[in-house]
């Protein structure tokens, strides 16, 4: 019985990690220390996973991260800018834990069934709202994110990977085949449910690059079928009224841009990102001194340019962040900062190129991050442990 402890029970508190960590972070932070205990502890016999991790693209980030801190040291900004730094330290330690997993055809499956698990229980209370208020308010109003147990952004974002890694199962598992089957059906309609922009557009860009770059069939066809999915995301939109207000689609061009600019934080915050680096104290080559620069400077630009009173109260309480991770880099680390992690993406790239499933996890969180700062939650830093520096270096033949 020890033995079987010895044997599985590290791996077994890994998978309980994967199924806790959609429903609270309290859990799989305890679960995740006693996983860094027992490493600690075990060295030994762990060594050698440890000392031979190969971090390959991952090293890029590696050095950006050293970039960071190097330049906060210099500064004097390292205690506040740890409190963001900090995330790179948890998904690159989570990836070292990982190498200890064996089946991850196992791993798969539990990362799939955690993300069903929430989003059933999304689904449920939903419902439970519809019933009441016959109503789905799932265009602009507040009630979403009381409706969902994640926030709709990542809830969406976690739908189209549990996509992803259903219909791979689809490929590998001929017992189960239609079962996966119907689970991407369902979860291709959740994300549909709930207007999730951002992922409606990712299943499209993923779609797309499935067709032209893994289909092998000729290049007529091939336009034939982006035509078909141009018509049928344009009539998903288009039919749907939460997702058309979601995307902003009005009777004119003018009155859509209008619509947009009043409704969409990011128009807002990506202009004070551009006015920012006009300052005199933004060094284009290492960015500004530290974060806290960053949040004043975007403070000071929401009080002075938004004029709408509740508006800008809104934004001062929210105290928004750049949400895209590209322009964060480009604010904190200047172009050095912002070509190490373009360099990492492209290296990225080109190592899970000739696997579909892994290109698609890797084009779902390069889309991701141009909307979101992932690197500033903890859930998101687990995510980039488990799906960028953990599945997308792993070898199997889904893809044959």
Known sequence: MRDLVKEKGFEYLIYALLL??????????????????????????????VLNFTFSSSAILLMLLTFLIVKSIFFGTILHDFKILKGFFLFFWLAIILKKVKDFNSFKVTVLWGINAV??????LVSLF?????????????EVNELLLLERPYI?????????????????????????????????????????RISIITLFLVATIYLFFYAKISLIKKVA???????????????????????FIKSNLEESLKVAS??????????????????????????????????????????????????????????FNSHNQFIDFYLIGGLIGLALFVAFFIKLFLEVRENFFQTAIVASFLLFF?????????????L??????????????ANE
């Open 156 to 196: 969406g974002f976690i739908a189209v990977l549990g996509l992803l890694l259903a219909i791979e199962r689809v490929f590998i598992s001929i017992k189960f085949k239609y079962f996966w089957i119907i689970n991407s059906v369902l979860l291709f309609l959740f994300i549909i449910l709930i207007s999730a």
């Open 262 to 319: 009043d409704y969409e934080p990011r128009i807002v915050i990506w202009n004070c990102a551009f006015s920012m680096t006009q300052k005199s104290d933004f060094n284009s080559f290492i960015g500004f001194d530290g974060y806290s620069t960053v949040s004043d400077n975007f403070l000071d630009c929401y009080s002075n340019t938004i004029e709408n009173v509740s508006k800008k109260e809104y934004f001062l309480s929210e105290k």
């Open 119 to 124: 989003i059933v229980c999304s689904v449920v």
């Open 384 to 397: 980039v442990g488990i799906f960028i520096l953990t599945l997308s270096h792993v070898k199997n033949k």
């Open 20 to 49: 806790s960590l959609f429903f609270s972070m309290a859990i799989p932070n305890i679960i995740l220390a006693i996983l860094s205990i027992w490493t600690i502890i075990d060295y030994r016999k762990y060594r050698n996973l």
């Open 130 to 142: 519809f019933l009441r208020h016959r109503i789905l308010p799932f265009s602009n109003t507040a």
């Open 370 to 382: 141009c909307v979101e700062n992932i690197f500033y939650r903890q859930f998101g830093c687990y």
């Open 225 to 247: 079928s982006l035509i078909s999915f141009i018509v049928f995301f344009g009539l998903i939109v288009a039919t749907n009224k939460n997702i058309s207000e979601r995307f």
